[in-house]
């Protein structure tokens, strides 16, 4: 997104008919807590438990696999207390997308929520290994870059718009998103921005999910990007080549985007191949889903 500011007028064009979901109020009164100069973790799951399905979704992420607890956590605010404050606002942005929908949508997307929590969890671990401060973030990028996608799903209706990402995916093309801007002129990366960005997210992440099919800069050894942004997209599309987002989304068995940048990204982040490949049988023990080209 360029950083000039548009009117109204030219963002509703921009975002074609499509609906932002408004902030919803339990993250405006979870927003008001931490705003407290000592913010009570009681207090947190007490907002928390009033929503069935949340509290449900955070004892479930917490007692996954991933989290690898010898002992099942029953109780909101210990899972609370083992997720961080931040992971929790991250889960409730993702589910706030999801309420959005309709149930048939819902049970359309059911690869789309999967592979977004996957990727999320998959990129925070990135983060740590190669030294990122702030691992939250990254978890926060893999949970929302593509929350567009169902938004863009609701305006222009499942089966055409799955049709279009699997074209999309389908392609050596340089980006993505080139087939949406031709067919819809926007994009899910667009209108993830302007969800983030509406529900107050800090404006390097909103500009990460803006940009995060735009490698040809970003990884262009002549461009000078923001390292920033830059580390958090690198881990990104590691994560989604690992979560195999090109199945998911597209329904292909070859990830020509990875294929096209791979190099430049390894190289920005120290890795090798036969890292992503460890990696890769690391997360699959801890029950994330890979993708086939790293099944044995």
């Given at each position: 997104m360029s950083s000039k500011e548009l009117s109204e007028s030219q963002i509703q064009n921009v975002l074609q008919g499509i609906r932002i979901p408004p902030q919803p109020q339990i993250m405006v009164d979870l927003q008001m807590e931490q705003a407290m100069p000592d913010p009570d973790i009681s207090r947190i799951a007490q907002l928390i438990s009033k929503d069935v399905g949340l509290s449900g979704t955070i004892l479930k992420i917490v007692n996954s696999p991933f989290f690898g607890l010898s002992n099942?956590?029953?109780?909101?605010?210990?899972?609370?207390?083992?997720?961080?404050?931040?992971?929790?606002?991250?889960?409730?942005?993702?589910?706030?997308i999801r309420s959005e929908m309709t149930d048939e949508d819902i049970v359309a997307l059911n690869r789309f929520w999967d592979s977004a929590n996957d990727i999320?969890?998959?990129?925070?671990?990135?983060?740590?290994?190669?030294?990122?401060?702030?691992?939250?973030?990254?978890?926060?990028?893999?949970?929302?870059?593509?929350?567009g996608i169902p938004l863009m799903m609701k305006r222009f209706g499942v089966e055409e718009y799955s049709k279009t990402m699997s074209e999309a995916y389908?392609?050596?093309?340089?980006?993505?998103?080139?087939?949406?801007?031709?067919?819809?002129?926007?994009?899910?990366?667009?209108?993830?921005?302007?969800?983030?960005?509406?529900?107050?997210?800090?404006?390097?992440?909103?500009?990460?999910?803006?940009?995060?099919?735009?490698l040809n800069q970003l990884f262009d050894d002549k461009y000078s990007a923001d390292s920033e942004k830059k580390n958090l997209i690198a881990i990104l599309k590691i994560a989604d080549h690992i979560c195999a987002s090109h199945q998911a989304l597209g329904g292909q068995s070859v990830d020509y985007e990875w294929q096209r940048y791979k190099d430049n990204i390894l190289e920005y982040v120290g890795l090798g191949i036969y890292d992503i490949e460890d990696m890769a049988a690391r997360f699959r023990e801890m029950g994330i889903s890979v993708g086939d080209s790293f099944i044995d």
């Amino acid at each position: 997104m360029s950083s000039k500011e548009l009117s109204e007028s030219q963002i509703q064009n921009v975002l074609q008919g499509i609906r932002i979901p408004p902030q919803p109020q339990i993250m405006v009164d979870l927003q008001m807590e931490q705003a407290m100069p000592d913010p009570d973790i009681s207090r947190i799951a007490q907002l928390i438990s009033k929503d069935v399905g949340l509290s449900g979704t955070i004892l479930k992420i917490v007692n996954s696999p991933f989290f690898g607890l010898s002992n099942k956590i029953t109780s909101v605010e210990q899972a609370v207390n083992l997720l961080s404050y931040t992971s929790v606002i991250n889960i409730v942005n993702g589910l706030t997308i999801r309420s959005e929908m309709t149930d048939e949508d819902i049970v359309a997307l059911n690869r789309f929520w999967d592979s977004a929590n996957d990727i999320s969890m998959v990129a925070a671990t990135i983060a740590k290994e190669i030294g990122l401060k702030n691992h939250d973030e990254a978890y926060l990028l893999g949970l929302f870059h593509n929350c567009g996608i169902p938004l863009m799903m609701k305006r222009f209706g499942v089966e055409e718009y799955s049709k279009t990402m699997s074209e999309a995916y389908g392609t050596d093309a340089e980006r993505i998103i080139d087939l949406e801007n031709d067919r819809y002129n926007t994009n899910h990366a667009v209108v993830g921005y302007y969800t983030a960005k509406a529900w107050n997210m800090p404006l390097h992440l909103c500009t990460a999910i803006a940009e995060h099919h735009n490698l040809n800069q970003l990884f262009d050894d002549k461009y000078s990007a923001d390292s920033e942004k830059k580390n958090l997209i690198a881990i990104l599309k590691i994560a989604d080549h690992i979560c195999a987002s090109h199945q998911a989304l597209g329904g292909q068995s070859v990830d020509y985007e990875w294929q096209r940048y791979k190099d430049n990204i390894l190289e920005y982040v120290g890795l090798g191949i036969y890292d992503i490949e460890d990696m890769a049988a690391r997360f699959r023990e801890m029950g994330i889903s890979v993708g086939d080209s790293f099944i044995d």
